[in-house]
């Protein structure tokens, strides 16, 4: 059973966007609050955005303040992350994620995607 699937990663320039997908089954999906965190090589799985379950409360980092962007379709049970004026930092494996609170800790999250990988070059 796929809990959360993550689609539309891939490898863009600098500058470029991409759009995140992230599919929750049932289960996952009634969760409150849905997020997305990525994992850079070598580095510690990172906070990225988040938003609850009726879309009134998102939270970003610092770092994608100002070019990403959470959203929801609860009809969908589905989330998405655009993510727009990509730099090479912003390269990791994204990773969402379904759980009670709209919160930056991963703690409170019960269910992890696989990930999908994002690139991005100079």
């Known amino acids: 059973q796929v809990l959360l699937s993550e689609s539309g990663g891939g490898l863009v320039q600098a500058g470029g966007s991409l759009r995140l997908s992230c599919a929750a089954s049932?289960?996952?999906?009634?969760?409150?609050?849905m997020g997305w965190f990525r994992q850079a090589p070598g580095k510690e799985r990172e906070f990225v955005a988040t938003?609850?379950?009726?879309?009134?409360?998102?939270y970003y980092s610092d770092s994608v303040k100002g070019r990403f962007i959470i959203s929801r379709d609860n009809a969908k049970n589905t989330v998405y992350l655009q993510m727009n004026n990509l730099q090479p930092d912003d390269t990791a494996v994204y990773i969402c994620?379904?759980?009670?609170?709209?919160?930056?800790?991963?703690?409170?999250?019960?269910?992890w995607g696989r990930g999908t990988q994002v690139t991005v070059s100079s």
């Open positions: 049932e289960r996952a999906g009634t969760k409150n609050a």
């Open positions: 938003i609850s379950r009726s879309g009134g409360n998102i």
């Open positions: 994620a379904a759980g009670g609170v709209a919160a930056s800790s991963p703690r409170h999250y019960n269910y």
